[in-house]
C-alpha cells in the first residue's frame, strides 16, 4: 500500500518563498508528481521525479529523496494566482495509476 | 487540460437514480484513470483502464459502481442506485502509456460535479 503525507495548510505572503514538504511510504516507487488544483477545477501538472535531486522549472522546483521517502514543492516569487491545493502523488512500479496525498491549501497574501 | 474531456459539467440525480459519467482520453491516449475527489479532499484512484480491459479497479466500491473502455467511444463510469454519499467531483485522467518507460504525466479533464438529492 501507499501513504502520502502533506500538509493541510499553509500560508504565505506574496513576492516571497514557500515550500510544501510530502513524505510518502510505498511499495515499489516509480516517480513523484506534483499537481496545482485550483478550487473547482481539473489538477494541472508541475513536476516529475523519480531521481533524487532538485527539478527547476521557472518559479516551481521540485526536489526528492528516495532514500528518506522525501519530496518538496519550491514556490518562489509567489503571486496571488498561486492561491490553490498542491497535490503530492506518488505512482508505483508496475501499475499506471498514482496515489494521491489529501493536498496542501496555499493561501497567498498580499 | 482541454484535451480530456468530460461529460457532464454536472450532475443532479436523486436517490436510487443512476448516473453515468463519461470521459473521452486525449487523441492517442490508450490509458484512463477515473478519480474521486470530496469536498476538502485529495483525490481518490478509483479504477484504471485500457481499452476493452480494465487492469485496476481496487480503488472501485464493490457495489453499484462499475467502469468500462470501450473499442469506440468514451469510457464510461456508471454509479447505479445513487445514493448521497455518492455526491463528489469525478475526474478522468489519459495517458499515452503507463511509466515504465520514462514519465507520462495524467492530463485531467475537468470532471462531473455529481450531486445526488
Known amino acids: 500500500g501507499q501513504n502520502i503525507d502533506q500538509p493541510t495548510e499553509m500560508t504565505a505572503t506574496e513576492g516571497a518563498i514557500v515550500q510544501i514538504n510530502c513524505t510518502y511510504q510505498t511499495s515499489g516507487f516509480n516517480g513523484l508528481f506534483w499537481y496545482q488544483q485550483h478550487a473547482g477545477e481539473a489538477p494541472t501538472f508541475l513536476s516529475y521525479n523519480v531521481l533524487d535531486g532538485l527539478e527547476e522549472k521557472g518559479r516551481f522546483s521540485s526536489f526528492l529523496s528516495r532514500s528518506k521517502g522525501y519530496s518538496y514543492l519550491l514556490l518562489k516569487e509567489l503571486q496571488m494566482k498561486d492561491s490553490a491545493s498542491y497535490l503530492c502523488a506518488v505512482r508505483s512500479r508496475n501499475a499506471g495509476k498514482s496515489t494521491f496525498g489529501d493536498g496542501t491549501t496555499l493561501t497567498v497574501k498580499p | 487540460n482541454a484535451g480530456v474531456m468530460q461529460n457532464p459539467r454536472h450532475l443532479v440525480r436523486r436517490r436510487g437514480q443512476e448516473a453515468r459519467l463519461r470521459c473521452s482520453p486525449m487523441k492517442g491516449h490508450s490509458h484512463v484513470y477515473w478519480y474521486r475527489q470530496l469536498p476538502e479532499e485529495g483525490l481518490k484512484f478509483m479504477v484504471y483502464?485500457?481499452?476493452?480491459?480494465?487492469?485496476?479497479e481496487s480503488g472501485m466500491p464493490k457495489e453499484r459502481f462499475s467502469a468500462e473502455f470501450p473499442k469506440e467511444g468514451p469510457s464510461i463510469l456508471r454509479i447505479q442506485q445513487v445514493v448521497r454519499g455518492d455526491s463528489a467531483a469525478y475526474f478522468c485522467?489519459?495517458?499515452?502509456?503507463?511509466?515504465?518507460?520514462?514519465?507520462?504525466?495524467?492530463?485531467f479533464g475537468q470532471g462531473t460535479r455529481l450531486t445526488v438529492v
Open positions: 485522467a489519459s495517458s499515452p502509456r503507463t511509466g515504465g518507460e520514462g514519465y507520462t504525466e495524467a492530463f
Open positions: 483502464l485500457q481499452k476493452e480491459n480494465i487492469i485496476d
